[in-house]
């Protein structure tokens, strides 16, 4: 009979493998894997400690406190004080404009408010260099951080407002509050977790950034360890400033998780929070879009203008084969680079889904941590090991490819956890009922289940690869021109007008990304 097939080794005793059996046995080379990636993300850690013990106590405090690494502590703090608050403001009163008033053409202005991550950092600074010849300094560095990065403070912003439950704004209205006091009473405090965490992120990219301020002429530590790296390639000098900018990152994570606090914003009670209704504008309409169209215009219009002057300038000859050799180069090395950060972070990605715990927390902790890293550090602590260690991998690929892997682990997180987390547990103990080894089982079943988001998070890193860059310069094989470091290599030349096409090939890469992050911010909303 068809039934005959079921199998008659579960009468004589033996049960399909279940979920308490791949967590002992089946579970232990994923547990292996996970653990070793973690040990591997571990290392800028374990490089600074160790260079800090070669260097010696005296030494080392030495070099920690020099007057010069006193001007960069002061030099990033005044960055993030002044970079921060407009920052901020603008977030959120784009937020405000695009989701809860009656602003004309709001989809248009919120496309428009995320936009310019499509623009790298360093290009910013490269139009605006160019536009005005003379700006630097913090003021330059300030402009150009707050128009680059106020994205990553308005996608969260936008998106928890899209969640507030406004009978709280009636509540308080109908106590007499006046509109404002409503907005800096009730709306605000609500935000405060969206606010803390993009004003985390974009802390984290001031400390990492390099080239949007060396182009401006703004000393940070990112900026002196690459020019100690590059010219006298003094080691201990640029570890120890290595090891203090891994201090202020963690500073800043502790600092964030103060500030957020531990406050629940959940909404009690029956039913489902009712839609906002959308608040006139009345006289101030066209004052907001003013306000609007002026940012768009300094984030987005400066560079397409200055980029679209310069391919004019340069005509067709700048379109030579370099261009094309330098994309070629670039989507292979970003996409090898994204498919080794994918598998890395699959393991991690299951255990964190499958078999939640406490050694899962602290694995998953040393996965998310090294992202919050800049890639100068990443970069310096795979050189150390390299060159000492394993001398045959200096400025290979191999070595480049497990700087992304590093750099982009939490991308990759992020894409394939929640495609894991909505395959059922249930196929792959049916799958191993039907006499899969649990390897085959999460293989044929889970994996297929999961494709979606590996490819979701293949695009991420793949698009963040393309355009980084300190790590590039400092890991890539002699000889190698990605987009971004040839771009690099030409406006250290002044040479603006060679240097637009691998500009424009950046921007045009990274629309897609843009489009990504705008549309997941509206689907984790409901929107």
């Known amino acids: 009979m068809s039934h005959a097939s079921v199998p008659l080794d579960m009468s004589a005793g033996k049960r399909p493998p279940s979920l308490g059996r791949l967590s002992h046995g089946g579970r232990a080379p994923v547990v292996a894997a996970a653990m070793l990636v973690a040990l591997l993300s571990l290392l800028p850690f374990g490089f600074v400690a160790l260079i800090a013990i070669q260097t010696g106590w005296t030494d080392a405090v030495a070099l920690v406190l020099r007057p010069r690494v006193g001007e960069l502590l ?7 004080l002044c970079t ?25 202005w919120s496309w428009l408010a995320v936009a310019p991550l499509a623009v790298p950092a360093f290009v910013q600074s490269y139009a605006w260099t160019t536009l005005v010849p003379g700006m630097s300094g913090l003021g330059a560095a300030t402009l150009v951080s707050v128009l680059a990065y106020s994205p990553f403070l308005y996608l969260p912003v936008a998106a928890q407002l899209r969640r507030l439950d406004p009978a709280l704004e009636d509540a308080a209205a109908s106590l007499g509050l006046d509109p404002w006091r409503v907005f800096f009473q009730v709306v605000l405090p609500q935000l405060r977790l969206g606010i803390c965490g993009g004003s985390l992120l974009v802390a984290l990219h001031l400390l990492a950034e390099y080239g949007l301020y060396a182009l401006v002429r703004y000393d940070t530590f990112t900026t002196a360890i690459m020019d100690q790296f590059q010219s006298a390639y003094n080691a201990p000098a640029a570890n120890m400033m290595g090891g203090v900018l891994v201090l202020c990152c963690m500073g800043l994570l502790w600092l964030e998780s103060r500030i957020r606090g531990d406050e629940r914003y959940a909404r009690l009670g029956p039913g489902a929070a009712r839609v906002a209704h959308r608040k006139p504008l009345g006289p101030w309409a066209i004052p907001s879009m003013a306000g609007l169209a002026l940012a ?65 927390r602290m694995l998953e902790a040393c996965h998310y941590y090294v992202g919050s890293l800049p890639g100068v550090v990443v ?3 795979l050189v150390a090991v390299t060159v000492r260690v394993a001398l045959p991998l200096y400025q290979t690929v191999a070595t480049l490819l497990i700087a992304y892997a590093l750099l982009f682990l939490p991308r990759a997180m992020a894409g394939l956890r929640p495609s894991l987390a909505q395959a059922p547990v249930e196929l792959e ?99």
């Open 379 to 381: 970069g310096l602590a």
């Open 296 to 360: 768009a215009a300094l984030s987005l219009g400066v560079p397409s203008w200055i980029i679209a002057r310069w391919l004019a300038i340069g005509g067709a000859e700048v379109w030579g084969p370099a261009v094309a050799s330098a994309l070629g180069e670039t989507l292979l090395l970003s996409l090898a680079g994204a498919i080794v950060t994918t598998l890395a972070a699959a393991p991690m990605a299951w255990l964190s889904v499958r078999a939640p715990g406490r050694v899962q």
């Open 429 to 527: 103990r049916a799958a191993m009922a039907l006499g899969r080894t649990p390897f085959q089982a999460v293989c044929a079943i889970t994996l297929r289940l999961a494709a979606p988001g590996a490819a979701a998070s293949i695009a991420l890193v793949t698009l963040g690869a393309a355009t980084e860059l300190t790590a590039t310069l400092m890991l890539a094989p002699s000889g190698t021109r990605t987009l971004a470091t040839a771009f690099w290599s030409l406006t250290g030349e002044i040479d603006y007008a060679a240097a637009a096409p691998y500009a424009a090939a950046m921007v045009v890469a990274s629309l897609p990304l843009t489009l990504v992050l705008h549309a997941q911010s509206r689907r984790i909303s409901g929107r």
């Open 74 to 80: 002061v030099n990033t703090a005044l960055l993030e």
């Open 84 to 108: 921060l608050p407009p920052a901020i403001a603008l977030a959120v009163a784009t937020a405000w404009l695009t989701e809860r008033t009656d602003l004309r053409f709001a989809p248009v």
